[in-house]
């Protein structure tokens, strides 16, 4: 039985400019070190690990300019500045340590997207066009990549300042709208912005990503991040979470009738190189893989890969967007919000090997799919109805090959890696198990590591 450990797909990592100075406002070498060590820790946990920080020392330049009478985009522009010389101190720091950082600093979103593909860790700068303030370039960071969390590492407790309101767990929430309460009594000003600036609040306010708040003397509490259940800080809820979370609730009570109606349907399938074992399959990986990035959703997962497949009733060309749809209406019909929907619209409309959904969820759907091509079940089940006169064709048995052979790359989650390279070695030792020379042709390539 392979070793199950929780772990995130993508988190964003904010610093602040505080915890890293010392009493005399400079940069201080002992705490860039210590979130070295911070980010050491999280590497075996996390896909991909963005790292935005503050201007350390930035509010004493400002306070300086401003003295001589600089503007507000004056001192904006020099917390800018100040930002990215800390940037740069850290990248340095970090290349030492880290095998997998993208060797340069990221500038913009497009830049961060494309190095993902490529890298672990990648260290985000000013954005270019983009926000003022590193909060803000965190949770815009965060927004876009669709990343399960967000942490934000203070000088200072977030219950210090804002009261929470309750707790799940070890977690302490704190209402969003009372941040911003706090926020909006005060003057924000560059250099002296209170908690979280406006910008950034205004982000948490429609994200459905988490948010946590941790003081910098409690950051090593955060190799237990990948663990929601074990973790132990302050999340920052908002009124948008809330909602998504009673659409979820909605959702889990459709579920068994739904995945009734998708096995149902699914049993008219007469594709042998797609037939409801395949589903199965997909369906079992799947959930093995919401048990390891436990941030998933459960019953969206269960749900899109039961349903993945049931478009190819109506042939293969575009079954994928034809099935979302399908299941788009089922889910609208039984009143579903609309968040939800579109969440499972882009799981199911995105799983072909060239696409790459936006979720977390979708991305468990596309590669527990994939994953499929290099599993010796199937490949005998294809053996089996050659040998018995079945109609498969080639060129279908070809395309799950190249799909297999490029398994590497297509895969967006790590945590499938150690499990690719079993189910090929099982496939390799497999392929003198079948009898048709044209299945095990192509079994041999899927199977070569």
Same mark, same amino acid.
């Not at 720091?93 to 950082?101: E, F, G, M, P, V």
């Not at 669709?146 to 203070?154: F, Q, S, Y």
């Not at 409690?218 to 998504?244: C, T």
């Given at each position: 039985?392979?070793?199950?450990?929780?772990?995130?797909?993508?988190?964003?990592?904010?610093?602040?400019?505080?915890?890293?100075?010392?009493?005399?406002?400079?940069?201080?070498?002992?705490?860039?070190?210590?979130?070295?060590?911070?980010?050491?820790?999280?590497?075996?946990?996390?896909?991909?690990?963005?790292?935005?920080?503050?201007?350390?020392?930035?509010?004493?330049?400002?306070?300086?300019?401003?003295?001589?009478?600089?503007?507000?985009?004056?001192?904006?522009?020099?917390?800018?500045?100040?930002?990215?010389?800390?940037?740069?101190?850290?990248?340095?720091?970090?290349?030492?340590?880290?095998?997998?950082?993208?060797?340069?600093?990221?500038?913009?979103?497009?830049?961060?997207?494309?190095?993902?593909?490529?890298?672990?860790?990648?260290?985000?700068?000013?954005?270019?066009?983009?926000?003022?303030?590193?909060?803000?370039?965190?949770?815009?960071?965060?927004?876009?990549?669709?990343?399960?969390?967000?942490?934000?590492?203070?000088?200072?407790?977030?219950?210090?300042?804002?009261?929470?309101?309750?707790?799940?767990?070890?977690?302490?929430?704190?209402?969003?709208?009372?941040?911003?309460?706090?926020?909006?009594?005060?003057?924000?000003?560059?250099?002296?912005?209170?908690?979280?600036?406006?910008?950034?609040?205004?982000?948490?306010?429609?994200?459905?990503?988490?948010?946590?708040?941790?003081?910098?003397?409690?950051?090593?509490?955060?190799?237990?991040?990948?663990?929601?259940?074990?973790?132990?800080?302050?999340?920052?809820?908002?009124?948008?979470?809330?909602?998504?979370?009673?659409?979820?609730?909605?959702?889990?009570?459709?579920?068994?009738?739904?995945?009734?109606?998708?096995?149902?349907?699914?049993?008219?399938?007469?594709?042998?190189?797609?037939?409801?074992?395949?589903?199965?399959?997909?369906?079992?990986?799947?959930?093995?893989?919401?048990?390891?990035?436990?941030?998933?959703?459960?019953?969206?997962?269960?749900?899109?890969?039961?349903?993945?497949?049931?478009?190819?009733?109506?042939?293969?060309?575009?079954?994928?967007?034809?099935?979302?749809?399908?299941?788009?209406?089922?889910?609208?019909?039984?009143?579903?919000?609309?968040?939800?929907?579109?969440?499972?619209?882009?799981?199911?409309?995105?799983?072909?090997?060239?696409? $790459?959904? *936006?979720? +977390?969820?979708?991305?468990?759907? =596309?590669? !527990?799919?994939?994953? @499929?091509? &290099?599993? %010796?079940? /199937?490949?005998?089940?294809?053996?089996?109805?050659?040998?018995?006169?079945?109609?498969?064709?080639?060129?279908?048995?070809?395309?799950?090959?190249?799909?297999?052979?490029?398994?590497?790359?297509?895969?967006? $989650?790590? *945590?499938? +890696?150690?499990?690719?390279?079993? =189910?090929? !070695?099982?496939?390799? @030792?497999? &392929?003198? %198990?079948? /009898?048709?020379?044209?299945?095990?042709?192509?079994?041999?390539?899927?199977?070569?590591?």
């Amino acid at each position: 039985m392979r070793s199950i450990v929780p772990r995130l797909h993508t988190l964003v990592l904010k610093i602040g400019g505080g915890p890293l100075v010392d009493s005399e406002r400079v940069l201080n070498q002992r705490r860039i070190d210590n979130i070295v060590e911070l980010t050491d820790g999280l590497r075996p946990f996390v896909d991909h690990l963005l790292v935005v920080v503050g201007g350390a020392g930035a509010h004493f330049y400002i306070e300086l300019a401003r003295s001589y009478g600089a503007r507000e985009p004056e001192c904006d522009e020099i917390g800018v500045m100040a930002t990215d010389l800390v940037c740069r101190v850290l990248h340095v720091a970090l290349s030492r340590r880290t095998h997998d950082l993208y060797p340069r600093i990221a500038m913009s979103l497009t830049e961060v997207e494309e190095a993902m593909s490529s890298y672990g860790v990648i260290v985000v700068g000013p954005l270019q066009h983009g926000a003022t303030s590193s909060d803000s370039v965190a949770a815009i960071t965060a927004e876009q990549l669709c990343a399960e969390a967000l942490v934000i590492i203070k000088a200072w407790r977030l219950d210090d300042r804002v009261p929470a309101e309750g707790s799940v767990g070890n977690l302490r929430q704190v209402r969003l709208e009372d941040v911003i309460d706090v926020v909006a009594a005060k003057i924000e000003r560059a250099g002296r912005r209170p908690i979280l600036d406006m910008a950034c609040l205004r982000v948490l306010q429609r994200a459905r990503f988490r948010t946590f708040v941790v003081a910098f003397d409690d950051a090593k509490a955060l190799l237990r991040l990948p663990d929601p259940s074990a973790f132990d800080g302050i999340e920052i809820v908002s009124n948008a979470q809330r909602e998504y979370e009673g659409m979820a609730r909605r959702l889990a009570e459709t579920v068994p009738t739904l995945l009734e109606r998708a096995r149902a349907s699914l049993g008219g399938l007469r594709d042998v190189v797609h037939d409801i074992g395949h589903v199965r399959r997909c369906v079992s990986n799947a959930m093995e893989l919401c048990t390891e990035y436990p941030y998933s959703r459960r019953a969206a997962v269960e749900l899109a890969a039961w349903w993945h497949d049931v478009g190819r009733l109506d042939g293969s060309a575009g079954h994928e967007a034809r099935g979302a749809q399908i299941l788009a209406t089922e889910l609208r019909q039984r009143g579903v919000g609309e968040d939800m929907v579109s969440d499972l619209i882009d799981a199911i409309a995105f799983h072909k090997w060239s696409m $790459l959904p *936006a979720t +977390l969820e979708g991305k468990i759907i =596309r590669d !527990a799919d994939k994953l @499929d091509a &290099v599993c %010796l079940e /199937r490949w005998i089940v294809w053996d089996k109805a050659v040998c018995d006169g079945a109609n498969v064709a080639e060129s279908e048995l070809e395309a799950v090959c190249r799909v297999a052979q490029d398994l590497d790359r297509i895969i967006a $989650l790590k *945590a499938l +890696l150690p499990v690719l390279r079993e =189910r090929r !070695a099982e496939l390799s @030792d497999g &392929v003198r %198990l079948l /009898r048709s020379s044209v299945v095990s042709k192509y079994a041999r390539l899927a199977g070569l590591r």
